[in-house]
């Protein structure tokens, strides 16, 4: 399967420092990634889609001020979590999206677990 | 309505039982199907693709699609405790559109 790469896997930080998280397709070009996140023993909540060229479309509730997101290049998307603060302690993950001939297939990257103090 | 639906479980099956995962979907265009399996404090990891009716084999795993029912399963067989996880219904419209998860299934096999 495509490989989608995913850094830092671990963030520690303190409240109101800014964590830029990166996400890469490695071996395709991905016009589109997503970003979600999940909190313990619950679904994953997409956070938004990342384009790339244009700006992001972000679900309802999310602040786009919040969350930066990112989608420089076919291959990179990154997420910053500006001026965190202990609520958005969570799990991270970002996904890719390869399309026909391909299939239309989203491959997802390892996650990053980010903790607030 | 939800767009997927899932038994959120738990299912607990024995060691070499078949598990039957399900998922029904609510959007008649749907076009492509997946399953993923999401251990524990880990990413989804993807399975199965499935995108026309019938069965799609791929070693001890099976989809199953029936889009006139609108659902979609995944059955293992001789379940392994190492199968023992959360799988995730997604559903897509087509290139350009949103992908869709269910919430999960919890699948524990017992040794």
């Known amino acids: 399967g495509a490989v989608v790469s995913q850094h830092p896997s671990r963030v520690i930080c303190k409240s109101g420092t800014s964590v830029k998280i990166e996400c890469r397709s490695l071996?395709?070009?991905?016009?589109?990634m997503f970003w979600y996140r999940q909190f313990p023993k619950k679904s994953l909540m997409l956070m938004a889609t990342?384009?790339?060229?244009?700006?992001?479309?972000?679900e309802q509730g999310v602040e786009k001020d919040k969350f930066l997101i990112n989608h420089a290049s076919l291959t990179l998307s990154t997420l910053t979590v500006t001026s965190a603060h202990p609520e958005d302690s969570s799990f991270y993950i970002c996904?890719?999206?390869?399309?026909?001939?391909?299939?239309?297939?989203?491959?997802f990257g390892a996650g990053t677990r980010l903790s607030v103090l | 309505q939800k767009e997927v639906e899932q038994n959120s479980g738990p299912l607990s099956v024995p060691e070499g039982a078949i598990a039957s995962l399900n998922c029904t979907y609510s959007?008649?265009?749907?076009?492509?199907f997946f399953w993923y399996r999401q251990y524990s404090g880990k990413s989804p990891e993807l399975i199965m693709s499935?995108?026309?009716?019938g069965d799609k084999e791929d070693g001890r795993f099976t989809a199953q699609l029936n889009k006139a029912s609108q659902y979609v399963s995944l059955l293992i067989r001789d379940s392994q405790p190492s199968d023992s996880a959360t799988y995730l219904c997604?559903?897509?419209?087509?290139?350009?559109?949103?992908?869709?998860f269910g919430t999960g299934t919890s699948l524990t096999v017992i040794p």
């Open positions: 499935i995108y026309s009716n």
């Open positions: 996904s890719a999206r390869r399309t026909p001939p391909f299939g239309n297939i989203q491959y």
């Open positions: 071996d395709f070009q991905a016009t589109t």
């Open positions: 997604a559903v897509n419209k087509g290139p350009g559109n949103q992908f869709y």
């Open positions: 959007d008649r265009v749907s076009q492509s």
């Open positions: 990342s384009n790339e060229g244009s700006k992001a479309t972000y």
